[in-house]
């Protein structure tokens, strides 16, 4: 290779830098100049409602994200379990949700993961029903747990555990917010709440003294992660990338420390 050659090629490296917002060029989105994303606004502190307004991780999260690839950020509230259907019909350009990756969900949409979290069994601090955590304690015992989440299917998973033994079920208490469990804990008209890590320690921050952990942390590795349209290779990359510019510059990590995150939740090293 000739020496014209080779500084040629490399300017061209240096002169294209990040493939960022070029990306959004061949990607065919709802409105033009901005992204579309689908949110359920219950999952503090992912996303809730705060004076009116969107906010939490994911709702910072993407203004960084959208920021890197030059278009606005508009979303659009919905309840969680009309995400994916608003996605595939078209309503949305992604979903940024804090949702879960499961092998059925991977089946309807692709995934790009930006967070590990586990889930804690949570109790009244007295903690009157003796929880032990999660285990055959549970059994007979009232979980309240937001409406479609991926603790729902965990208290759904322990109930049908229990009648395997032969033991009291469990009565799945669904709710419309985090903050609508957490409240009904509160109140004694739940036993137990599942919650997020991050949910959990947010929760105790708040009103310390009047919740406690039982046990330890489950499905600690579950990765969450923004959703495309499945084989929509175009909107993924450039999702991709402008994470992957949050990360290189701090500001991923940043996000992670504003929010009161472990650590351990960060994918990126």
Known sequence: ???LRLVCGVLSLVLSGPVLAADLSSVSLIEKGALTYGVAGTFSPFEFQKDGKLSGFDIDMI???TKKLGVEAKPMNMEFKGL????????????NSAMYINEQRAGQVDFVPYLKIGTLVVVQASNPAKITGRDESLCGKTIAV?????QESYARQDDQ???????????????PTAQDSALTLRQGRADVV???TPGVVELMDKVPGVYAVAGSEFEANTQIGIAVRKGDTAMKSAVEA???EIVADGSYKKLIETWKFPASVSLFD
């Open 84 to 95: 994916i259907v608003a996605l595939q019909g078209g309503r949305l350009d992604l979903i």
């Open 1 to 3: 290779m000739s020496r």
């Open 194 to 196: 599942f919650n997020s």
């Open 146 to 150: 937001t409406l479609g989440g991926i």
């Open 63 to 65: 203004g960084l994200l």
């Open 242 to 244: 402008a994470l992957k």
């Open 161 to 175: 555990r229990c009648r395997d033994k032969g033991l009291a079920a469990v009565n799945v208490m669904t709710l």
